[in-house]
């Protein structure tokens, strides 16, 4: 197999691009012609790999999908319009009505939402559980559970759960894991690779890389399932990608690797500059040697990527005046960006967790996010330096 940047680069390609040209073109339209009915037959029942409505398939589309399915080695993938697309898809693919789901206590909020208030509406029960402890996962399992979904690392306290061994258990009772690898991107880790049956993206995160683009992807190794996902599910919630948003995404993957070494070893710059700062009461980072999850992430993982959270002393109040501070770094939800993004996650993208209950969830009001950007490193750290100082 070639390497990552290779595949990055070339993956599911066949170099017969249109007048030769170096790029893949934007298939930009909405509708695709037949050349007669015994040709639109053969399209409709799949005898064809000819396209019939960008909605169920597009050839900037499908590049974009088989370039993806390669990288996390998986048999195929879906692209959706947004990462929540691609997430609350791929959870009502797998559930039915009095069908229960394990979740990880720590999840990106609008997943919890999902999860917690979206699920019930139709009759399907979650638990919450630690998913960081084995023995709590086991305990939580019964005959109603058919799916367990969680994001290593999590979103924002960075908890890293042992992939392969949570699909080892699953696997023996017939219940499905889903992974959202949105912070490791497919360059840090493989899902797929250690036994989870779906991994998803919010590719508007690392996959692009430059923040122009909301869109979203899940790969499998079954492609019976990826079938039944994208045709049963993303088209008919018709939470469809644009063919333009697919091309900005395959030239994202172009720097994908190179990005991620940049970003990762600018990350621990601001690591060590952060765990011997006097006004930082803890640092949470999978590289630390002294995290809880590192040895774990040292195992399934290639690098510990570029996402850190961290705890001010003073509080919330001087939580907010650092991020107030910041003069470099931008004050965003979003992360993998170019730039260095910084949030407190409390207030903004985990809102919707009930204030009374953050410290179950593994949150507290004053965790300071720091997507760590693609800038001199110098420079991010001389501009956390100042805003400390305040």
Partial sequence: MTGFDTRAIHAGSKGNNPSNSLNPPIFQTSTFVFNNIDHANKVMSFESDDYVYTRGNNPTLRLF???MAELEHGAGAV???SGMAAISSV???LLKPADTIIVHKTLYGSSYSVVTELLPKYNVNYKIADLTNIDELENAIDESVKVIYFETP???DLSIIDIKTVSQIAKD???KVVVDNTFASPYFQNPLSLGADVVVHSATKYICGHGDVVGGVAIAKDLDYIHRLKFGYMCEFGGVMSP??????LRGLKTLGLRMRQHEKNAIEVVEF????SKIDSVMYPGLSDFKGHNIAKKQMNGFGAIISFEVKGGLDS???FVDSLKLAQLAVSLGDCETLVQLPAAITHRGYPREKLAEFGLTESMVRISVGLEDSKDIIEDLEQALKQ
Avoid: D, T, V, Y
């Avoid at 333009?244 to 995404?249: E, I, K």
């Avoid at 952060?274 to 700062?277: D, Q, R, V, Y």
């Fill in 65 to 67: 999908e088989n370039r």
């Fill in 79 to 81: 692209a959706f319009a």
């Fill in 91 to 93: 959870i009502f693919s």
């Fill in 154 to 156: 999590s979103n924002p």
């Fill in 173 to 175: 009772k017939g219940i």
């Fill in 244 to 249: 333009f948003n697919a091309w900005l995404l």
């Fill in 274 to 277: 952060l765990k011997n700062h």
């Fill in 319 to 321: 939580a907010i005046k």
